[in-house]
């Protein structure tokens, strides 16, 4: 099986030596639905797309390949609204 790398935003707390290096993901698509768990994001070099808070996952500290930059203050407030609304918390 092929994988491939994805584009995607990590929220996480920092964990602890005794804990497991996991933390949630919110991936970016570019098929996009235009729900409202999406958050638009244009990004130099890549397709139009979103970050798909419907699409949370989890995975391993060391899956992670690197970081590509950050992420503007507006547009992670969004996603973590996306995120809440898409969890029902508020």
Do not use: C
């Amino acid at each position: 099986m092929v994988q491939y790398a994805r584009l995607l935003i990590v929220l996480s707390v920092a964990f602890l030596d005794h804990e497991r290096a996991v933390v949630t993901y919110v991936p970016r698509t570019t098929l996009l639905r235009n729900t409202r768990f999406e958050v638009a994001h244009p990004a130099r070099g890549f397709d139009p797309g979103a970050f798909d808070a419907q699409g949370l996952g989890g995975v391993p500290v060391t899956k992670l390949l690197r970081p590509l930059g950050t992420l503007d203050t507006a547009t992670l407030q969004q996603v973590e609204i996306a995120v809440k609304s898409w969890l029902g918390l508020r």
